[in-house]
């Protein structure tokens, strides 16, 4: 049985950005934090703990990151266009901007666990 919680402040955020928090992993990530200040590997370590296979990258881009891989990026947004286009494909055409979001994070969710496959077999 959980712990009831009292409110004792409410703060206004718009809904989108607040829904990042609907992910579990995110959701699990800002209670860990809540509860101590982790730094990746730690958070990393009790996720794994909580059964979760999510692995989290601790990095900083360089400055000069665009400027250095723009073509590369151009270059490879040009092929997984090739990649997205049929995957669209597999949602009805809609002009309701919560569907399209959904659709949107769906295409997301499946290239980063596709990503992560190919990364991991590295």
């Known amino acids: 049985m959980e712990k009831e919680i009292s ?22 990530i800002v209670e860990l934090l809540n509860k101590k200040q982790l730094n990746v590997e730690q ?13 989290l990258l601790d990095f900083t881009l360089q400055d000069d990151f665009d400027e250095k891989y723009s073509k590369i990026i151009s270059k490879t947004s040009l092929k997984l266009a090739k990649v997205i286009g049929p995957i669209l494909k597999n949602f009805p055409k809609t002009r309701k901007i919560q569907q399209i979001n959904d659709n949107n994070y769906i295409v997301m969710e499946i290239m980063n666990r596709s990503l992560t496959n190919l ?4």
């Open 7 to 28: 409110t004792d402040r409410m703060i206004t955020i718009n809904y989108d950005i607040f829904k990042a928090l609907d992910d579990p992993i995110r959701g699990k």
């Open 43 to 55: 958070i990393t370590r009790r996720l794994k703990k909580l059964g979760s296979s999510t692995r």
């Open 119 to 122: 990364l991991e077999k590295k």
